[in-house]
């Protein structure tokens, strides 16, 4: 496939710059103690989920986890409505009631945020039949970790996508540790995508600090799930800068593999490729950082001032006849 237009490749830029932007600024404020709240890093995958965010068009659909803040600003969602859930404020997706791992933006093709592990895959599966059934030009998009590839219910998606041919993509963000296992203590395979040969899928292993080859390969999998081929199984290999959870200290993890990966952080490459390449000059680029941290601290603003959810809030947005308590 050609390159990406200077368009889109700004535009993968400017969102790579935000997810980033978004990541530091958390951490920076629980470390500060300005405020409180619960967040699993995504920092140093920005290359993928903004190449998800370019490459999916805004009826496809994304289920993705709790470590979704960049996948979540991919897919458009709102820093404000980010923000706002994570920290319990009236402003976020949810009223602030759903915290970090439950953020969804269906508007946005946002339908799911899931805190179990391999519990993404089979919703999408769900989705993609779907879509499939009612005959929508819709593919929806899984995303989730090495350590999810483990699961049962991943091994299961996986099966009942290929044998139904469903508009399905798995996105596997190998960041090579699965909490604070490392991938070669989980798996005896090299490659996740090679386990897509088991269920007579494609799979793909590709490079995901890059968001050029990622968005490649994405295009691929969609036009194939788009005319009826069946899914896919992209492996993108990148890399987690912070630990399982803000505040791990990351033992685990060797100090030279982590310099090294940090020395390749996905964010600045991607800068200087576009400024050797004539995409960018450094004005511009300069432009798209700081308006990205401003958008960050106009969000972390709304979402401060706002309050949170009150009492009456507790018997809405429910499936069930509330049950009244005294309180």
Known sequence: MSEPTPDVQRRLYELMVLMK???????????????MCVYWPSRGQ????????VALRPDDQLVTTYRGLHDLIGKGVPLEEIYGEMMGR?????RGKGGTMHIANPDKGVMLSTGIVGAGPPV????????????LDRVTVVSF?????????????????????????FVCQNNLFAEMTPTSATMKLERVAQRAAGYGMPG?????NDPLAVKAALDEALARARGGAGPTLVECVTFRFRGHYFGDRMPYIPEDQLAEAMAADPVPRFRDHL????????????????????????ALAAVTGAGSPSIDELDRDVYATPIRYPV
């Open 204 to 208: 793909v292993r590709v490079d995901g």
């Open 46 to 53: 920005e290359a993928i989920a903004a190449a998800m965010g």
């Open 124 to 135: 999408a599966v769900g989705l993609a039949l779907a879509g499939k059934r009612r005959g």
């Open 275 to 298: 400024a050797a390449a004539g995409v960018c000059g450094a004005d511009e680029l300069d432009r798209i950082d700081t308006q990205a941290l401003a958008t960050v601290e106009d």
């Open 21 to 35: 932007a978004a990541d530091d600024r958390l951490s920076k404020g629980i470390s500060t103690g300005e405020f």
């Open 90 to 94: 009236t402003v976020g997706a949810g």
């Open 145 to 169: 970790g090495d350590g999810a590839t483990n699961t049962g219910s991943f091994h299961e998606a996986a099966n009942m996508a290929a044998l139904w041919d469903l508009p399905l993509v």
